[in-house]
């Protein structure tokens, strides 16, 4: 993957991250992009697994080293404690979503 293809956006989202193990062509795919945008762009992670296990979601111990060293590095943690806001907010159906119609 080439430099530009790494930082074509100002800010990559990876949302549920570590819900399924990366083979290992993945986590290198993977570290080729974070390594591109390190330092350059910005890389926001959201996950249910804590930080201290996200290094076990990856098939390669050498290659999950250098991606979270990479995520890790110069980071901001935010890390939320509670309940789900889905389990805690009611649920709505589609008609209390919808306008009245006369």
């Given at each position: 993957?080439?430099?530009?293809?790494?930082?074509?956006?100002?800010l990559l989202i990876l949302d549920d991250w570590g819900l399924a193990p990366l083979t290992a062509p993945e986590a290198r795919d993977l570290l080729e992009v974070v390594d591109d945008r390190c330092m350059a762009r910005s890389t926001l992670v959201s996950s249910q697994l804590p930080v201290e296990n996200w290094h076990s979601?990856?098939?390669?111990?050498?290659?999950?080293?250098?991606?979270?060293d990479r995520l890790v590095h110069n980071a901001y943690r935010l890390a939320l404690k509670?309940?789900?806001?889905r389990k805690v907010q009611p649920q709505t159906t589609t008609n209390e979503n919808q306008e009245q119609q006369p």
């Open positions: 993957m080439s430099t530009e293809a790494g930082q074509a956006h100002d979601t990856m098939a390669d111990p050498t290659v999950a080293d250098a991606i979270l509670g309940e789900s806001l």
